[in-house]
């Protein structure tokens, strides 16, 4: 598209928004949580034809996440040089990201990579795109052009990168109106695929038979759509308020295909959105659950921990315990990794051997009290010892943030020394280094895949701690869901 189609796209777009977002009535799907009304507050939205040409330049403030601030500081500038080396650690092959095209649309700054260009903000999309690709390979059908519907894919990076990646029919976007605006220009502007804006009052707009399909949350219910080869859910379903959460799953589970994936990556106990407290929260356990892992997105040592999930439409009442499915949900958002593969594939294949029930049992409890400590006395039974290496570390993050410092600094170097895994140790040195008041220890540098990264994390941490920040503390104290 030249500069003129742009335009004229746009101002369809701005009368097609108006018309139809008088017909939108209040649902579930449409509530939105003061953590993003915030958010839009913040910055701009519905822009003009003039300012859409640059509406991802940093300038612009139209663009949430790393590398699009207008206000720009060491931190920032920290997590910019982080993103090429998360990029790094996924091991995605030169040839997937040779195809890889950032459209400069929008105008975006962009910087070299592997004889490629990419701005910050889309290629720290790159890694959860490709983790979803490669679960679709895994797990999702074959042998034919994917049906894929997004819920909450802000301006539509992550949808750019799925159509270069996979072979896909079509594809339908959910969000809110402010998000939808940008995605529902963006995404014809750079594929220059057929587009429909649905409209409760046309029929066909609702089959969602066009190649791109954008649709107002209000309209979800109406929608009158062949089952879905791939639904996804990046980052926001966290965001939102729990029973609008839940109802998106819900809806999800009676639109997904027999054969289909439903890929899910989000945190949960975020404040400011009366959203969903534990992962059971959201209605996963309802599902055939094939994989949970961590999610590499980690922006900043202090950032919330995705946790991320394949699933498929269950025959029965699902696969996976729903305090059970918690548990692990709760060790993932304090950092925890290697020490949960044990628990993760133990709780998906249904093969649960008794010591790993046990921990299960033990760790059950302790996040579902909020007495620091009741936790710490749950850790002195002897069927703690089921934990395994979380048992030291578990130990040592409650005595620091009880005041008993004394048997945490004597266990420093020993727990240190644990195969913690990359998150969860720049975490707890972090805890350590504003404990004590000073600088973080020097990093092993055998930790991989993550080692080349650990600069900029440390002076991360080191500039929280010098500031006097509890960032650490914190953190540690909303995951291991102690009362403050």
Sequence with gaps: MNFRDINALMAQRQRAFL??????????????????????????????????????????AAVIGVGSQKDRNETTVLEEQVVPTVVDAHDIPDDVIAKIAEPLVGSPPVEPYRGNLFSSVFLHNVPP?????????????????????????????????LHQLLDIESYTIIDLPENLYMSSIFLPTALGRSHNLVDPRDR??????????????????????????????????????????????????????????FHFANRFNVPRTNGAMRLSD??????????????????????????????????GSGNIRPDYLDVIGDLTAC??????????????????????????????????????????????NPQSQSLGDIKPVLLTILELLGGAEGPALVRKDEVLSLNLGYKLEIRLRGLYAEIEAKKLLPWRQTLQPFASQSAQHTRMAEILVEQSNPAFSTRFMRDLRVAS
Aim: hydrophobic letters at 45%; aromatic letters at 12%.
């Design 204 to 261: 066909e707009t609702l089959k969602c038979g066009a190649q791109l399909n954008f649709t107002l949350p209000s309209f979800t219910d109406a929608l009158d759509v062949r089952p879905f080869d791939l639904v996804w859910n990046r980052a926001s379903m966290g965001e939102m308020p729990g029973g609008t959460a839940a109802a998106y799953i819900a809806w999800i589970k009676t639109h997904l295909a027999p054969d289909g994936i």
């Design 19 to 60: 018309d139809v977002s008088a017909l939108a009535g209040e649902t579930v799907y449409g509530n939105v949580s003061t953590l993003w009304k915030d958010m839009f507050a913040s910055r701009s939205n519905f822009l003009s034809a003039e300012n859409f040409n640059f509406f991802r330049h940093p300038s612009s």
């Design 282 to 315: 959201f209605g996963l356990q309802h599902f055939d659950i094939r994989a949970i892992t961590p999610m590499v997105r980690f922006a900043r040592p202090t950032n919330q921990i995705h946790s991320e999930i394949v699933a498929m439409p269950a025959r």
């Design 129 to 161: 795109v490709w983790r979803v690709v490669q679960a679709v390979k895994q797990f999702g059908p074959t042998g034919r052009p994917l049906r894929v519907c997004e819920i909450g894919a802000g301006f539509g990076a992550g949808a750019l990168l």
């Design 335 to 380: 950092g925890f990794d290697p020490q949960t593969v044990a628990f993760r594939e133990a709780a998906v294949s249904g093969n649960l051997p008794a010591d790993v029930t046990s921990a299960f049992d033990v760790l059950a409890a302790i996040f579902n009290t909020s007495s620091l400590q009741h936790k710490y006395d749950l850790l002195q």
